[in-house]
């Protein structure tokens, strides 16, 4: 114990012991996220892509995966529909949706061979931005909650939504495309996202889920660009999954790199930009859910990761969410989508189109939806067409504080 006369020197001494573990708890973590690789990008963006062997990516780590046999492709896709045809909406305002051109930005200066998938190289800076070495990349539990509808659409914590979800059933995957924008998000701890989320079960039974879409996080990734993102849990956030390449997710395609930056984005009355991401239960090749984004396989979640999720999911969702810190006691003005609201329609406020759910049978069936959001600070508007191009569809989003949300 330290006497009065030597508090200084015990407090020096205890912060050096505190710093030399934290810098050993980094590194660890560093080591385990970083593997080794064949090729190494350095991309205009500020990331460095690490082509690494497919049998060495991070998901291996995981105790579940340790003897896991490599799956390259599917067995079976859900039937295919036409995401081709272009509506009257959208002839009329004489633009083309163009989801082909989105690219990631390192891919400029090079590629990763074949048998390698390109993976963000994590720096010390970005672990040391998380609030303790534990969390870095993982989403705070909310421990107690009956259901995953408790906490996703509720204002828990400063998450705030505005979402449509299908009712209670069973369901075998979701298809949807995305609009990509680039909102401002107004302090360096919130986010901004719009993403799908593929559920099962509850907080009691603990809730599984599969999320994937884009985001704008500084704290996570120590910017404000747009990026692809995944996530998982088994156990509803408390102890199990993470975002990106962590232990879980298998990755086998070598032209995305998630969590890397995504462009261009869409921009208020011009092109618009999307992503189209299919997330499936392949029960043929034992059940697996596989990810693809643009009709590329990106890789798939061993159905091993999961409980309800093994059999099937419970609900699908998609729409935006953000993170409201009250920072000066008020409502802050992070944007969520476009940052506009959605009256404002097409080419100005954000959308999320052709919203599909996978049956039993392993076809795309058009989805029925109900949707909440945050009154007056965000808003969501859903429509229901026969029109091929936007069949089920929505707009949301909005500014954060404004006059009627302060």
């Not at 495309?177 to 680039?182: E, P």
């Not at 919130?190 to 599969?210: C, K, P």
């Not at 969520?336 to 189109?353: C, D, E, N, T, V």
Request: net charge positive; with cysteine.
């Amino acid at each position: 114990m330290c006497s009065w006369l030597h508090v200084y020197i015990c407090y020096t001494n205890n912060n050096r012991s505190s710093g030399s573990h934290e810098n050993v708890e980094v590194q660890k973590l560093l080591n385990s996220l970083n593997k080794p690789a064949v090729k190494s990008i350095k991309s205009s963006d500020g990331d460095i892509m690490d082509c690494v062997r497919i049998s060495d990516q991070p998901a291996f780590d995981h105790p579940l995966l340790k003897n896991h046999t490599i799956k390259m492709r599917p067995i079976y896709h859900p039937n295919p529909v036409d995401d081709n045809k272009v509506s009257s909406l959208v002839n009329a305002t004489a633009d083309r949706h163009s989801s082909s051109s989105i690219t990631q930005l390192w891919r400029s200066n090079g590629k990763c061979p074949k048998g390698t998938i390109p993976i963000r190289r994590t720096k010390r800076e970005d672990i040391l931005r998380a609030s303790s070495v534990d969390s870095y990349g993982k989403k705070k539990s909310f421990i107690g909650k009956s259901s995953f509808i408790d906490v996703e659409l509720g204002v828990t914590d400063g998450h705030e939504y505005a979402v449509a979800s299908t009712k209670t059933g069973q369901f075998y995957g979701s298809k949807s495309a995305l609009n990509l924008w680039n909102p401002k998000v107004q302090e360096s701890n919130e986010f901004s996202l719009t993403q799908t989320w593929v559920v099962g079960g509850t907080y009691d039974t603990g809730l599984n889920t599969i999320e994937a879409g884009w985001q704008v996080y500084q704290r996570l990734y120590g910017d404000t660009k747009t990026r692809l993102f995944i996530y998982w849990t088994s156990d509803g956030y408390q102890k199990t999954g993470c975002y990106n390449l962590c232990s879980g997710f298998i990755q086998t395609n070598n032209k995305y790199a998630i969590g890397g930056s995504l462009s261009p984005t869409s921009e208020t009355d011009g092109t618009q930009q999307e992503l189209t991401i299919l997330i499936w239960k392949d029960n043929a090749g034992g059940g697996d859910w596989w990810m693809q984004l643009n009709g590329e396989t990106i890789g798939y979640w061993p159905s091993s990761l999961f409980t309800h999720l093994r059999k099937s999911a419970s609900m699908i969702q998609w729409g935006g969410e953000i993170i409201n810190t009250r920072s000066q006691g008020r409502h802050t003005t992070t944007q969520m989508g476009s940052g506009q609201f959605p009256k404002l329609w097409y080419r100005k406020a954000s959308y999320i189109r052709k919203i599909e759910t996978v049956d039993q049978s392993n076809a795309l069936r058009t989805a029925e939806v109900s949707t909440y959001h945050e009154q007056n600070c965000y808003d969501i508007l859903t429509r229901n067409t026969t029109d091929n191009f936007w069949g089920t569809y929505f707009f949301y989003g909005g500014p954060g504080r404004n006059p009627n949300c302060p």
